[in-house]
């Protein structure tokens, strides 16, 4: 049994039923499948920890999340990288970037890019600026780019997350290295053990996820997790500092493991690898 990938089509009528859900006065407060995307995000640093776990024609399944994960796991050299999100906004923010990618010759023009996504006003910029980006996406994603903002939030920021910025020589290593944007699984957490088949990886990366999950529920999936794991592969975990623990406990109950490198990093954030027995 392969893998089975989306291509997503957005429904409009559907983001908007959707929205409806996770919107209120205090903010989002539920995810689900159009749950706006941020920008950018502050776990460079942990990213940048898994760069040492990353081996030649690695396989690698990372949460989507703004298209900085898979991005920075193809510059540490991993081959094959397959990537998901419960939000179909994190497939269009990671092909948005991708296709910028390959738009752009030179770094600082991306970044620039960048910019525009980041800025409260991006879609202005967008429609106005970057026709020959948003021309390469698909009419569906097209239409989903410049109407839904209308109606509801697709991306968004806040004022903890950094805008980085590419270096030209890992620009142009990204450049020669994607030509396609990443293969895309749009499903919850909790369903995408069936949708991986017997599918095996040398890293699996949860970004945060195990945050916003009961504990049974963390447990299930871990044990679901390990058998998509090669000989030797690694899980790595981002975490909140409060809930380090927690999460170590409930890999306790999921699986024989090894806890190979924790982080402590600033915004009370942490990344733990553990590689299972």
Request: glycine residues 2%.
């Amino acid at each position: 049994m392969n893998i089975v990938y989306d291509t997503p089509l957005p429904n409009m009528k559907d983001a908007l039923s959707c929205y409806k859900d996770i919107s209120g006065y205090c903010g989002f407060t539920i995810y689900n499948k159009y749950y706006p995307c941020l920008t950018t995000t502050n776990e460079y640093n942990q990213i940048l920890q898994t760069k040492n776990y990353v081996i030649p024609k690695s396989k690698v399944l990372t949460v989507s999340g703004s298209g900085e994960q898979p991005l920075f796991f193809k510059l540490f050299g991993a081959e094959h990288i397959t990537t998901f999100d419960i939000s179909y906004n994190s497939y269009l923010m990671t092909k948005l970037k991708t296709i910028a990618l390959q738009t752009f010759d030179q770094a600082k023009d991306f970044n620039k890019f960048l910019d525009c996504l980041y800025d409260e006003h991006h879609l202005y910029f967008l429609k106005n600026d970057y026709q020959n980006i948003i021309q390469k996406l698909n009419k569906p994603e097209q239409n989903y780019l410049c109407n839904a903002p209308e109606k509801i939030d697709i991306f968004y920021t806040n004022r903890w997350c950094d805008l980085y910025s590419f270096t030209d020589s890992d620009y142009k290593n990204l450049r020669d290295s994607i030509k396609s944007p990443f293969p895309f699984i749009w499903t919850d957490i909790k369903n995408l053990d069936e949708r991986l088949g017997n599918a095996k990886f040398d890293i699996i990366y949860y970004s945060n996820i195990c945050d916003f999950l009961y504990s049974y529920t963390v447990v299930d999936i871990l044990k679901k997790t390990k058998k998509h794991l090669k000989p030797n592969g690694k899980i790595c975990f981002v975490t909140n500092d409060d809930d380090k623990e927690s999460l170590l406990d409930n890999i306790n109950q999921a699986m024989s493991y090894d806890v190979i490198h924790k982080m402590p990093e600033c915004l009370n954030f942490y990344l733990v690898v553990v590689q299972t027995r």
